[in-house]
């Protein structure tokens, strides 16, 4: 089993009091961190997590009452609740979300630079959004602005991907679990390059004839 990264590790997520904006941000990295320490008690999360914050804010952690229920759900709740700053970009980046999927539509897998536009357009904006969103929002809200075939074709090459991995023992992941944004858009610009290469293939005859012709 993995110990919990220490506290006083350079890649340890930290916050201080005046860095509250930073919140879910922090909380994020934090819940990254328990998954890799197996650490799935909400009396250990609570009582850890204030080892990653400065003095000043341990003690107005401390002193809420979700941490005295160590309720780790209502605990984050409940900072989210007193710092309401953390909520702002997110709501901001949320909102970029809604209005990307306005301005595309339709995306196929040959508009491989309005892909590469639209993705990391995408990605800037689920930086912030995706601590208040969960993947499978995220991969919904992606695939919405590609074409019905492109997002089909996306979804069936990952899922057979993940059931080869499966049946070779080389991967745990459910069967039925979502997929994350980041290896949805990877496999998004995987796709557009094999349809780039087929439509050069195809039109590998027509540029033949037309340098005999010429």
């Excluded at 201080?16 to 009396?43: G, H, M, P, Q």
Aim: proline fraction near 3%.
């Amino acid at each position: 089993m993995t110990a919990l990264i220490s506290p006083l590790s350079r890649e340890a997520p930290k916050l201080k009091k005046n860095e509250t904006s930073e919140l879910l941000r922090f909380l994020d990295r934090f819940e990254e961190e328990l998954k890799k320490a197996s650490i799935v008690k909400d009396e250990e999360k609570i009582e850890n997590v204030v080892r990653f914050v400065d003095g000043p804010l341990a003690r107005e952690w401390e002193a809420l009452d979700s941490f005295s229920s160590k309720d780790w759900d209502k605990f984050k709740k409940e900072l989210e609740k007193n710092y309401p700053e953390a909520l702002h970009d997110v709501r901001g980046a949320i909102e970029g979300l809604t209005q990307l999927s306005h301005r595309y539509n339709g995306i196929n897998g040959y508009s491989k630079n309005t892909l590469a536009t639209y993705s990391r357009e995408f990605k800037t904006e689920w930086k912030q959004a995706k601590t208040a969103l969960g993947e499978r929002d995220g991969v919904m809200r992606y695939l919405s602005s590609l074409s019905e075939p492109f997002r089909e074709k996306i979804l069936s090459r990952l899922q057979t991907q993940r059931e080869v991995k499966r049946q070779t023992n080389t991967s745990s992941t459910p069967s039925d679990e979502w997929f994350k944004v980041e290896e949805v858009i990877e496999m998004a610009y995987q796709l557009s390059d094999e349809k780039k290469r087929d439509l050069y293939q195809e039109d590998l005859p027509r540029i033949f004839l037309r340098s005999v012709l010429s």
